[in-house]
């Protein structure tokens, strides 16, 4: 089993919806969550980073922690054609700097 | 204000030739990350260094692979006798000293082997 799943899609839907993307992660001692946006062939792009549970908002992104669950989620509302990315969610223990990801999910938001 | 700066963005390589992938953080950033992306998979850690020391190599493979970050100049991935299943995209992030969750990618350097 790996430590954080993340479903790859894809994932289409049409421009204006609300999108729903999430990770379920085995390992309770993880404390730090991020988002990272990466469009086709370039590099990681940090969208949101939270600590353990609650909500985070910025701009169209909310970014939910469970921990309860181990279950994370990121909304972007009002999705636009040039949110078409894949997004990838990623942890880390408290005190050690290497990121685990997710495998990723491509999103395409068609116009 | 510069980004994670990669070079190579494309190179390659036959079998059993070396590869030399380099990386300069943003400025003031001095911890330095290495990932690596194969197709269709996600980003897996490999090592962490920060100015002339190895940090965190769990994730590096045990042979042929080596990494640094000098006193001057970027950090290198060196990768020795190159195999195919080399082949990938390798990404380098840089963070702040004390805050090293937040990363900061480079475009990276996707890396074929022939």
């Known amino acids: 089993q790996k430590e954080v799943e993340q479903d790859p899609g894809p994932l289409s839907v049409p421009e204006g919806a609300i999108v729903s993307l999430n990770c379920t992660y085995s390992?309770?001692?993880?404390?730090?969550f991020m988002w990272y946006r990466q469009y086709s062939r370039k590099g990681p792009e940090l969208l949101m980073y939270?600590?353990?549970?609650g909500n985070k908002e910025d701009g169209r992104f909310t970014a939910q922690v469970d921990k309860s669950s181990k279950y994370i989620s990121l909304f972007i509302r009002d999705s636009q054609p040039s949110d078409s990315a894949t997004y990838l969610c990623?942890?880390?223990?408290?005190?050690?700097?290497?990121?685990?990801f997710g495998q990723g999910t491509r999103l395409t938001i068609n116009p | 204000n510069a980004g994670v700066m990669q070079n190579p963005r494309h190179l390659v390589r036959r079998r059993g030739q070396e590869a030399r992938l380099r990386c300069s953080p943003m400025?003031?950033?001095?911890?330095v990350y290495w990932y690596r992306q194969l197709p269709e998979e996600g980003l897996k850690f490999m090592v962490y260094?920060?100015?002339?020391?190895?940090?965190?190599e769990s994730g590096m493979p045990k042979e042929r692979f080596s990494a640094e970050f000098p006193k001057e100049g970027p950090s290198i991935l060196r990768i020795q006798q190159v195999v195919r299943g080399d082949s990938a995209a390798y990404f380098c992030?840089?963070?702040?000293?004390?805050?090293?969750?937040?990363?900061?990618f480079g475009p990276g350097t996707r890396l074929t082997v022939l």
């Open positions: 990623a942890m880390n223990l408290q005190g050690a700097q290497k990121l685990v």
């Open positions: 992030a840089s963070s702040p000293p004390t805050l090293y969750n937040e990363q900061f």
């Open positions: 939270t600590y353990s549970s």
């Open positions: 400025k003031g950033h001095s911890h």
């Open positions: 260094l920060q100015k002339e020391n190895i940090i965190d």
């Open positions: 390992n309770s001692a993880f404390q730090y």
